[in-house]
């Protein structure tokens, strides 16, 4: 008798089994979210001609694109973070499909950096604030942009007063170099009199900077010493 329930008790599994097999699907679903090289830091900054990475990580989109403007770059993976110019490197066009994209800010100012997904089904991304699709033309669409603020070079400007008078202005552009120092402008001034340097350097924002004159004593706080 108990191997009679036990047989019947087996064939019942296989049974219930069976007629599940059929039935049982994984239920495949829609996700978005993203990854990018500024994670954890405040908002998107970076210097000119570097390299930011963008990552799509959404799950069964039915279509994809990273697009940019024209201050920016597609640079292809595996470049060679220590080469000077990532001409050789340079993806042609201002959109792509691909998932994994490096990108090169070349232009100071805003950029931005454009995501664009299509899904069958009805998304959100929860960050800091929750962004839901919307539905359009029979697509869940998540369209995002991320404004990425770039640096320019600094490039100083200063200004050389006595007695009220200019006696040199220096651009970033003509910046003196110590090569050519016996070209550089002579001065003539009385003992006890000053020499008035100025920092006019708005390229690049600055956020401090230091004077290193031999013998100079600094009048003030501000960008300016004699």
Known sequence: MKAFKSIFFVAFIAILFGCEEEELQIAEFSDVTWYNSFFKNEGYRIS???????????????????IIEEGARFIARGYNTQDTSLNKYVVDGLSTSEKFVNIQFIKPGLQNVRLLNMFKDSVSFKGSDTLRATFQEGQWVIDTTFVVDVYDNIRPQINVT???????????????SLIDSTSWPVVEIKGGDSLVFT???TNGRPTSLTWNLTGARSRSIDATIE
């Open 48 to 66: 000119i001609n570097e390299v930011a990475t963008f990552v799509d990580l959404s799950k069964n989109e039915t279509s994809h694109q990273w």
């Open 162 to 176: 006595y007695n009220n008078n200019q006696v040199a202005n220096v651009e970033g552009d003509s910046w003196p």
């Open 199 to 201: 920092d006019n350097t």
